[in-house]
């Protein structure tokens, strides 16, 4: 086997760099950087699509993915930076899945725009339940005149759809961070 190779540099100027550099790769200082331009690329994402997806029927708006990036955090662990988006939500409509009612018979599902964003408890209209015989589902209705107003479909399960999209590509993501460590480093390099 033979000795390993080693390399010294006499130049002081050089010598700081590397040193430097070598500081700031085993320092808090590279995950901070890996983690908050990681971070910020997601919040931004989150953010454009909070602008690109309105309500389907139009009513009130949750802000769902606003509230998405601003949930968005990192933090290290003992193999690296973690980041998280810790929305209520989130992990559902990332990697799909089915919803069961917890404490109720069925899901409530608005019809109607100014149901949206509602549970049905916190509305004060006067609904009342249809039930589809020998289901739990049906709907939550109220009268207007002689006509019956439909505001919620209840359902006994609600299937969601993975959506990939709602986070940056692996790609992208690698992109920023070395855009971002590459400029950090560049930085300490240039401290005199």
Do not use: C
Not at 24 to 49: E, M, T
Not at 123 to 131: A, K, L, Q, S
Request: charged residues 20%; glycine residues 8%; without cysteine.
């Amino acid at each position: 086997m033979s000795d390993p190779v080693q390399i010294i540099i006499n130049d002081t100027r050089a010598r700081a760099i590397l040193t430097g550099i070598s500081r700031a790769g085993s320092s808090d200082g590279v995950r901070a950087v890996i983690g908050r331009s990681a971070a910020n690329l997601i919040q931004k994402h989150l953010r454009a699509l909070n602008q690109s997806k309105p309500n389907r029927l139009g009513g009130k708006r949750s802000n769902f993915y606003s509230k998405a990036a601003a949930s968005t955090h990192y933090r290290d662990t003992p193999d690296g930076v973690q980041v998280a988006v810790t929305q209520t939500g989130f992990a559902m409509r990332y990697y799909g899945g089915t919803v069961r009612p917890v404490r109720a018979k069925a899901l409530a599902i608005p019809a109607v725009a100014a149901m949206y964003g509602y549970r049905p408890r916190e509305r004060p209209e006067d609904m009342f339940v249809i039930w589809k015989p020998g289901k739990t589902v049906g709907v939550l209705a109220t009268r207007a005149g002689s006509a019956l107003r439909i505001l919620y479909f209840l359902v006994s399960k609600a299937t969601i759809r993975a959506d990939k999209t709602l986070l940056p590509d692996h790609t992208t993501i690698q992109k920023a961070v070395s855009a971002s460590l590459s400029s950090y480093l560049n930085r300490i390099a240039a401290r005199p």
